[in-house]
């Protein structure tokens, strides 16, 4: 689905309905995230029906190192070459060097009402094939057409990207609509102040249209839907 001309979202219900975005600007591509396979049949085939060639991916950029927003990238850094970057502070769970932080509480209502299977498998603590990081992102960093915004919270080094030109918010799982429309998932957010910091960080930019982490992008109303979350 476009979000807008040239920011294609990728993804179906498998892992709760995770989502990863391609981005083109002139000839490269950039890709957010890498979905929940380990094999990433569905990002090739949507690089092919942009009619583009797998070298045009130039970077891949981590939201944060959730299993499910990272299992193919060993498999797309080694058919790509594109260079693998996260904040620092994700970056040795991606290569494999350390275990994502588990949070401590069982999830609350309503996510408990939901397929916890399914929950458990999208927030995906699990092991993913390790992958090298070619580089670190920063705060406000730019290049692709992509602005870095770091809003932790729901891991310390978790990304967003902004691309300003098409008002489109890439919101990795600061913002969700699956199960339900939600900063983030209450109970497995690390880090509540900080989520909210991050949630007003985002909220100012007005955005035309948001791709979340987990469900359906948000195309209607944005901003003031963002704006409801604070
Ligand atoms: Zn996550
Ligand atoms: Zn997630």
Redesign the pocket.
């Given at each position: 689905m476009d979000l807008a001309p040239g920011i294609v979202s990728i993804g179906d219900r498998t892992?709760?309905y995770?989502r990863a975005f391609l981005v083109a600007d002139g000839k490269d591509l950039t890709l957010v995230d890498t979905l929940g396979d380990t094999h990433p049949h569905a990002i090739l085939a949507e690089i092919r029906h942009m009619g583009r060639s797998l070298s045009d991916l130039k970077r891949i950029w981590l939201t944060?190192a959730?299993f499910?927003?990272l299992c193919g990238v060993a498999e797309l850094r080694q058919l790509t070459g594109a260079k693998v970057c996260s904040h620092e502070w994700e970056a040795d769970i991606v290569s494999g060097d350390r275990k994502a932080q588990r949070v401590s509480i069982v999830p609350k209502r309503p996510l408990r009402a939901y397929y916890p299977f399914q929950i458990g498998l999208?927030?995906?603590l699990g092991d993913h094939p390790p992958c090298p990081v070619d580089g670190v992102l920063t705060h406000e960093h730019e290049e692709g057409g992509l602005r870095v915004l770091h809003t932790p919270g729901?891991t310390p080094g978790h990304l967003a990207f902004w691309a300003e030109k098409h008002k489109v918010l890439l919101s990795?799982?600061a913002i969700?609509t699956w199960p339900e429309f939600a900063a983030g998932w209450d109970s497995f957010t690390l880090n509540e102040r900080q989520r909210r910091e991050s949630l007003r960080l985002m909220a100012a930019l007005h955005p035309a249209a948001v791709g979340v982490?987990?469900g359906d992008p948000i195309t209607e109303r944005a901003a003031e839907r963002v704006d409801s979350l604070l």
């Open positions: 892992r709760g995770v944060h959730h499910s927003h999208a927030l995906g729901h990795g799982d969700t982490g987990h």
